[in-house]
């Protein structure tokens, strides 16, 4: 048995259970130089938004030529110029923020949210209500034929929280230490997985301000063709299309991105509580009724449909 330092307190585990979760241990010194590695994205971020400058400018030093070339008319080319501005703003937006990004979290964290917003719009996780029926159904057959007769179902189990709590219950591991391993389990896994939508809170973060650099950037280009006043304000409101831009990602998809996928984390968290909480009374030897009371209180409080009868194969 070691002891573990952490946030919520000093456990105690037994070394084999630390070394097979080390997958999951903080690498320390070698996260942090993989971090640092990730600063260099900054400096193509930065020469991005320099290159929209320069090609801003030299678009407006070329529009005599556009014009004859192309045969437009003044109101063509100020919508050919327009358009540029605007898409050129969103590539300012949506590149400072990714680099703003990557310089803040590694590359391994980024990809991992980016996969998580599958959670953002479908629900990948096991039904509540058929979890709780397989738990009932190992409750009720640990109780006649005992907890050994559970070794069959292990490998049909995909769960692998589930399977793993109940695999150490089979193997004689005590209710007191099942508990503190698993636990210690879910502390990980948790810290491990905040890191998630902070990614999408700092991208929210940055999104505005990188707006705000788009802003200068268009102001820059009209304030160089000052002797048209008439084009001015249509120059000016070209330019704070980039501030729309980063205020509303930041409002309408970064930030409800976090919000969502720390709502499915924390359900998932419940199930695996409920989970553990189930395999312990089933190590317990609770009565399987009992048992299906407990489980419900972890559900949550809306309709559901009449439990389906367990049936014991």
């Known amino acids: ?76 080319v100020q919508w050919a110029v327009n358009a540029y501005l605007v898409v050129s703003a969103a590539y300012v937006v949506l590149l400072g923020t990714i680099g703003a990004v990557m310089v803040q979290f590694p590359l391994r964290i980024v990809i991992q949210a980016v996969k998580q917003l599958k959670d953002v719009f479908l629900s990948t996780e096991q039904e509540p209500d058929s979890l709780v ?18 070794d069959a179902e292990v490998a049909k189990i995909k769960d692998p929280f589930l399977r793993e709590s109940l695999m150490l219950a089979i193997d004689g591991v005590n209710s007191s230490d099942l508990r503190k391993m698993m636990e210690l389990q879910l502390d990980y896994e948790g810290e491990k997985q905040e890191r998630i939508p902070k990614v999408f809170d700092a991208a929210g973060g940055f999104a505005p301000t990188i707006g705000i650099i788009g802003a200068v950037i268009g102001l820059i280009q009209v304030m160089q063709h000052l002797q048209d006043i008439n ?11 980039a501030t729309i831009y980063g205020v509303a990602s930041a409002n309408l998809l970064f930030l409800p991105w976090a919000g969502k996928i720390r709502i499915r984390m924390r359900e998932r968290q419940v199930i695996q509580e409920m989970t553990l909480e189930a395999v312990l009374s ?24 009449p439990a389906a009868r367990v049936v014991v194969q």
């Open 231 to 241: 084009q001015v304000g249509k120059g000016i409101a070209v330019a704070f299309v």
């Open 282 to 305: 089933i190590l317990a030897g609770m009565n399987p009724r009992a048992l299906e009371l407990q489980l419900n209180s972890y559900l949550t409080a809306t309709p559901r449909r």
């Open 133 to 150: 029926q397989n738990l009932l159904r190992y409750a009720y057959k640990a109780r006649r034929d005992g907890l050994l007769s559970l």
């Open 1 to 76: 048995m070691v002891n573990v330092d952490f946030k919520g307190g000093v456990k105690t585990v037994p070394r084999s259970w630390l070394t097979h979760q080390a997958h999951i241990i903080p690498l320390g010194a070698a996260g942090v130089k993989q971090q640092t590695r990730y600063t260099s994205v900054l400096w193509p971020s930065c020469l991005a938004m320099l290159a929209v400058g320069a090609n801003g400018t030299a678009i407006m030093a070329a529009l005599p030529t556009m014009r004859t070339e192309l045969f437009l008319t003044a109101a063509g």
